[in-house]
């Protein structure tokens, strides 16, 4: 037998078991919420690349940062909670660690509530059926960055000092 014509299989199914165990890691988990689908990531490039791959396929895209946060900063422990928009009635709430939710929540007008560090900031989002919806949540810079960012107070600090 051809030592060749035997390696190259074996090395086709290597490359493509390494390549589907790097897609698993940019995969983050689905998980549900008030019974609410729900998927946070976006903390590295590639999980970043891969929701925004999919967010046309989810009913609703929050995208959450901080003005003028240093690259790879990214806003931690966000409380979300969504609600009906005229009837108040609570539909959601959850956390997001990282920039990006994705949720399928049904066709409806919804106020979104997001508060990082204390501050809570409010959007409307209105869904429809077949289409991808999307608020967008800028916090201001002057807020407690090191608690918004899972940094220690030092570092914030030491990064103010040097400019960075």
Request: hydrophobic residues 45%; proline residues 7%.
């Amino acid at each position: 037998m051809n030592p060749i014509r035997f390696w190259q299989p074996v090395a086709a199914l290597a490359f493509f078991g390494a390549m589907a165990s790097v897609h698993a890691l940019t995969n983050p988990p689905i998980r549900v919420a008030q019974g609410v689908e729900y998927m946070c990531g976006g903390n590295g490039s590639a999980e970043a690349a891969f929701m925004q791959t999919v967010e046309p396929r989810w009913a609703a895209a929050l995208e959450f940062s901080v003005s003028r946060a240093k690259p790879g900063h990214v806003p931690a422990g966000v409380k979300v909670v969504v609600r009906e928009r005229y009837s108040n009635r609570q539909v959601m709430e959850a956390s997001a660690d990282a920039p990006f939710m994705l949720a399928r929540l049904e066709p409806g007008a919804y106020e979104v509530e997001a508060t990082l560090a204390g501050v809570t900031l409010e959007q409307p989002l209105t869904v429809f059926n077949g289409q991808s919806s999307k608020a967008v949540f800028v916090w201001p810079s002057n807020i407690d960055f090191a608690a918004a960012t899972g940094l220690p107070r030092t570092e914030q600090q030491a990064a103010a000092r040097t400019g960075d």
